[in-house]
């Protein structure tokens, strides 16, 4: 069962800000929003995290709204390298039963 | 820090031999998880391990697949018999327990002919 939604595929230009959303409306109070991403040919690659406040980090922001039912991902200069499709995820966190379904994400084509 | 270790990275074999995938995770990492990729059905859990104890195998597709983990540093997927429709990229990921972040290891590229 597909717990999150996201676009199939986005542009941005280069330099500019990323800003992917993600849809979770049945997250429950326990279920913390991770992300990950892609790189064509490469495992993916854990990006952040969060319950409900924003988070940062050297790579992107986190934004999640105040009834955590959305959130976006925010890359504030893509780059080229960041062309990657890009995983949304809710999931219980920590503990033996903790895993991550990943579902079909967000193609983002960084654009020169 | 190498990383999460997958080999071999390319497998060809022929249809009815058997497969053996390995992976060494990071260490000091406790969670292990196998995952298979394809173009029709993404990426998809095949199995966990959490301390060398199989947690979740309701991923594994059929009894030709097993897993194990004999210690904190070694883990093996098995296909026996393969056959064409297991071609897929696996890929092994770690994460501490209280699951920072996945690690993902390069994947091995599985082709059955």
């Known amino acids: 069962d597909a717990k999150t939604t996201q676009p199939p595929s986005m542009d941005c230009a280069e330099g500019r800000a990323a800003n992917l959303p993600c849809n979770h409306s049945?997250?429950?109070?326990?279920?913390?929003v991770y992300w990950y991403r892609q790189i064509h040919s490469q495992g993916p690659q854990y990006i952040i995290h969060g319950l409900k406040n924003n988070e940062t980090n050297e790579m992107a922001s986190l934004i999640i709204t105040e009834d955590r039912k959305s959130s976006t991902l925010i890359l504030p200069h893509a780059t080229l390298r960041d062309t990657a499709v890009y995983y949304c995820?809710?999931?219980?966190?920590?503990?033996?039963?903790?895993?991550?379904?990943f579902g079909t994400g967000t193609l983002l084509a960084v654009q020169p | 820090d190498a990383g999460v270790i997958q080999s071999p990275r390319h497998e060809v074999t022929e249809m009815g031999q058997e497969v053996t995938l390995r992976c060494k995770p990071i260490s000091g990492h406790n969670s292990l998880f196998w995952y298979r990729q394809t173009m029709m059905r993404g990426l998809e859990l095949l199995i966990y391990?959490?301390?060398?104890?199989?947690?979740?195998d309701s991923g594994m597709p059929e009894d030709r697949f097993s897993a194990k983990m004999p210690n904190a540093s070694f883990s093996t997927l098995k296909i026996q018999p393969s056959e064409p429709r297991d071609s897929a990229v696996y890929f092994c990921?770690?994460?501490?327990?209280?699951?920072?972040?996945?690690?993902f290891g390069s994947g091995t590229r599985l082709t059955v002919v």
């Open positions: 049945t997250i429950s109070g326990n279920e913390y």
């Open positions: 995820i809710v999931s219980p966190y920590g503990g033996a039963t903790n895993k991550l379904i």
């Open positions: 990921a770690s994460s501490q327990d209280i699951n920072y972040g996945y690690t």
């Open positions: 391990f959490n301390n060398n104890v199989p947690i979740d």
